[in-house]
């Protein structure tokens, strides 16, 4: 089991866009890279962003009642991902 620190950006309207870069996993690399196929819908974000390793990390993260933090799994490599996303103060 590792730790490390994700900064995951989305933006726009009708179609949402964004990076996702995270620090210690070799596998997907510490360069941030575009995230795929984004979609927020009944209160959970779901995207796929393509590790260096060309491998796909596909999460769906659920948004909290408050509105402040998504928190979930991705799956990468055959392995689960436990990310916890909070809104910049």
Do not use: C, W
């Amino acid at each position: 089991m590792t730790s490390g620190i994700a900064r995951l950006t989305v933006s726009g309207d009708s179609k949402l866009q964004g990076t996702l870069q995270m620090t210690n996993n070799e596998r997907f690399g510490a360069d941030a890279v575009a995230v795929e196929d984004v979609i927020f819908r009944d209160g959970q974000l779901s995207f796929r962003a393509i590790g260096a390793d060309g491998k796909a990390l596909v999460g769906q993260l659920p948004l909290s009642a408050n509105g402040t933090v998504l928190k979930g799994f991705a799956k990468y490599g055959g392995y689960n991902i436990r990310f916890e996303f909070a809104r910049p103060k």
